[in-house]
């Protein structure tokens, strides 16, 4: 299989929020960027959205991270 991270980079780029993942990660993580290892060390897997900040408090909000939840979800399941 690909590199996970790879894929998971890409689609942050392809739904046009890596900028935003990026941000909101670096706010909430302890001012750490999520790269090739720490990416090993979190397992990115389809449920990696639910657990990696809290979409509430980020200025994209709730309902936005839902969706690119639901949509990670969808291609790691498919």
Known sequence: M???YQIF???LR???CEQQFDA???EQ???NYLDQTLADYLVIDEAFFGRVFR????PE???FWKEMDRRWWKLCTK
Do not use: H, L, Q, V
């Open 2 to 4: 690909a590199n996970i």
């Open 55 to 58: 979409w509430d408090i980020t």
């Open 61 to 63: 909000g709730r309902e």
């Open 29 to 31: 993580c302890g001012a």
């Open 14 to 16: 392809d739904n046009g």
């Open 9 to 11: 980079r890409s689609f």
């Open 24 to 26: 909101d990660f670096y």
